[in-house]
């Protein structure tokens, strides 16, 4: 993306219109900002001891029961990953928003902490995150010892944490496929999307439901919804706009015209 095509796209009378007249937004964030932060992706090829397995293989109750040493030692692999990078200039311009006067809820599918390492205070964790795990019995909150991050490298199986309250297993505090999202947050995202004027969707597909529901709501809603995407995209619903190209361009950009109004 050259910064002239981007100035083209930018003038677009309608975007131009609908970035004015915002006053409640919402960003929705997915995969794609963190992976330019260097966060592998369900998508990216494993390496080490988990080259071997299928990524979805291992994000089930069933893989944690069958064998918790090499689930909970992934997550670890993942969550040292995540302490090792840092938020890129899409966090850092989504942040910037709540130090305007608009009204800004940040909804993520991812299970990081970049977005609030880059200043966002108020995140809803649609999938949860890695930084909070519970017991895998009682479900009670298990606090992980603070530590500098390690060289994510091949990977090691782990034995999971003891629940002080059960003497359980502890497992991540992600969601898993075939559970439900956390239905206090899930109804939030869907609230503030019905609500909202205006909604970026940051590097997501829009296919993992029931997630993808947010924009979807958002334009049945009446607002204007901006994809930021690698690959153009469109739901074909209502008023919005594709940018294709990388969050940590694009956003900047956004934020900067929101700024100027």
Not at 76 to 90: C, Y
Not at 107 to 134: C, F, K, Y
Request: glycine letters at 8%; a negative charge.
């Amino acid at each position: 993306m050259t910064s002239q095509s981007a100035d083209v796209q930018l003038r677009d009378p309608g975007l131009q219109a609908a970035l004015c007249a915002a006053q409640r937004v919402v960003v929705f964030s997915g995969a794609g900002v963190s992976a330019e932060s260097g966060i592998a992706t369900f998508r990216d090829s494993l390496i080490g001891l988990w080259q071997n397995f299928d990524p979805a293989r291992l994000a089930t109750v069933a893989a944690f029961e069958q064998d918790p040493e090499l689930v909970w030692g992934w997550y670890e692999w993942r969550r040292m990953q995540v302490l090792a990078a840092q938020p890129n200039a899409a966090h850092l311009a989504i942040a910037a928003l709540a130090n305007t006067n608009l009204e800004l809820t940040v909804i993520t599918q991812n299970v990081d902490d970049l977005h609030e390492r880059a200043g966002s205070a108020q995140v809803l964790h649609l999938h949860g995150s890695l930084h909070q795990p519970r017991c895998h019995a009682c479900g009670e909150a298990h606090r992980l010892p603070p530590e500098a991050p390690r060289e994510p490298t091949g990977g090691r199986r782990l034995s999971p944490p003891i629940c002080a309250h059960c003497a359980g297993m502890v497992r991540p505090g992600v969601v898993w496929f075939g559970e439900a999202l956390p239905e206090h947050s899930l109804q939030q995202a869907f609230e503030t999307a019905a609500d909202c004027d205006l909604l970026l969707s940051v590097g997501t597909s829009g296919v993992v439901y029931p997630a993808a529901q947010v924009p979807e709501i958002a334009l049945r809603s009446g607002a204007a919804v901006i994809h930021i995407n690698p690959q153009r995209q469109l739901l074909g619903i209502g008023r919005e706009w594709a940018l294709a190209g990388p969050a940590a361009e694009w956003m900047p950009r956004l934020v900067k015209t929101l700024l100027s109004r």
